[in-house]
């Protein structure tokens, strides 16, 4: 076993969610500490408490004026669209057909998957992001250059082969029969190393055959600890097309329902344009929803419905959805998925915010259990965040005197400038360089 070793700075990370539990949810240290050993949480508490059960010459890493948070949790990115983010004009199927499809083309290259993997989770660290559901391409050794970046980083990612077998280029397609092959392969290779974890990838129900939807169905539950990972209800053309190509399915979502695609550990992004009783049969099947509010507002696709999905009791985490959406920072998004809820004419607290941006997160991919809080025996991830890193924050954050007040600042004036540092199972991962 390692040395133990100590973090002071203002902590802070939740129990529950605070929509359920209210202020009980929160755990909020003024002067903490956090302890850490083996790369897992070992305690976490007040630090005139802690403080003196250490032994003599234990490091204590001085963070005082900054706040200590659980790492982030991205629940919806692709990696492969890093190098098109802010692409102009469109819609989703023009944008795919117009931006998205020929970037992914580009990953037949593995030199080039391996540089923009290598980019992608440097970025997802100087974000305070630690962990990540991710959309590879195509290509099998689009999936082989991310793991093998995010095992190099010990990050905590879950990612798949898109599986694409019509309505797209010729160049991007692949066929049931070899999906299901090199999906399988895949698995074996890599579900399970280290933090690693597998998702069976359906792009979304317009860009696979039944033949495909089936296997993929097949591949989820011939793989038990395997994720899902897929899209729905995105956009009103989108819905309007799915209900040509598959007249039988009461309604988008049942589609992946008819083909077994519903269940723990499957995570769909957007989930705009569902009903009640999609919602239903979400929380049923324990199936997750992730809200991407900066790629809903870019895309115009729509605004999620955070209460009704609370109401009938789905899981949620967030998304940043690059690149249909804005930014790999997870205090953007939480920022804009304040927007999103106030154009619904109800408002996002930050605490709830800053809970479905760790907990809220880990446990809509049934990973509470590893990540997500500071409980004792938890990984040491965590993201050390400067509340005052521009001017204005800086003054805007002197008379902000409740956390709840400091972390909404944060929130809708942060971004990456405000990451001090990344820590990684208990490890610096990532540090701003002093300014
Ligand atoms: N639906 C199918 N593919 C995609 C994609 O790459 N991005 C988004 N936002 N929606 C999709
Ligand atoms: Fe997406």
């Not at 939740?14 to 083996?38: E, I, K, S, T």
């Not at 998004?333 to 997160?361: D, H, I, N, P």
């Not at 990540?371 to 025996?377: A, D, E, M, Q």
């Not at 400091?406 to 971004?415: C, I, S």
Request: aromatic content about 10%; overall charge negative; some cysteine.
């Amino acid at each position: 076993t390692q040395p133990l070793r100590a973090v002071r700075g203002e902590v802070v990370h939740f129990l529950a969610d605070p929509a359920d539990a209210g202020a009980a949810a929160l755990a909020h240290f003024p002067d903490g500490l956090l302890l850490v050993r083996d790369g897992r949480v070992e305690a976490a508490g007040p630090a005139a408490e802690l403080l003196p059960q250490l032994a003599a010459g234990t490091p204590v890493e001085d963070l005082r004026g900054k706040l200590i948070l659980p790492g982030f949790v991205d629940t919806h990115v692709h990696y492969a669209q890093t190098d098109m983010i802010a692409s102009y004009g469109e819609q989703l199927l023009a944008w795919l057909e117009r931006y998205t499809f020929p970037t992914e083309a580009r990953f037949a290259d593995p030199a080039y998957a391996g540089e923009v993997a290598a980019f992608f989770c440097d970025e997802l660290l100087r974000n305070g992001t630690t962990t990540a559901m991710a959309f590879a391409t195509v290509h099998p050794g689009s999936v082989d250059a991310l793991f093998g970046a995010a095992r190099a980083r010990r990050m905590r990612l879950i990612a798949g082969k898109v599986l694409m077998d019509r309505n797209c280029p010729d160049y991007l397609r692949d066929t049931a029969e070899q999906g299901y092959l090199d999906s399988t392969a895949l698995i074996r290779r890599w579900h399970g190393v280290d933090r690693l974890r597998y998702a069976v990838t359906p792009r979304f129900a317009p860009t696979s055959t039944p033949e495909q939807m089936a296997l993929a169905g097949r591949l989820y539950a011939e793989h038990p600890g395997v994720y899902l990972q897929s899209h729905v209800a995105e956009n009103q053309g989108e819905v309007a097309w799915v209900a040509e190509l598959y007249p039988e399915a009461r309604s988008y979502l049942d589609v992946y329902d008819r083909y077994g695609q519903l269940g723990e550990r499957s995570v769909y992004a957007h989930c705009i344009w569902l009903d009640d009783d999609d919602r239903d049969r979400m929380a049923a099947t324990g199936a997750a929803a992730s809200f991407c509010p900066t790629s809903n507002l870019f895309l115009g696709s729509g605004l999620f419905d955070l209460d009704r999905a609370h109401a009938l009791g789905m899981r949620v985490g967030l998304g940043t959805d690059v690149g249909g959406g804005t930014s790999f920072s997870m205090l953007q998004t939480l920022g804009e998925a304040y927007k999103v809820q106030q154009l619904r004419g109800s408002s996002l607290s930050a605490e709830r915010a800053f809970y479905l941006a760790t907990l809220g997160g880990a446990r809509s991919l049934y990973l509470d259990g590893e990540i997500g809080n500071f409980l004792p025996g938890k990984e040491a991830d965590f993201v050390v965040l400067d509340p005052a890193a521009s001017p204005l924050l800086a003054r805007r954050t002197a008379h902000a005197d409740s956390l709840a007040e400091r972390l909404f600042v944060l929130m809708t004036l942060g971004d990456d400038r405000c990451v001090a540092a990344t820590w990684v199972l208990g490890e610096p991962a990532w540090q701003r360089a002093a300014y």
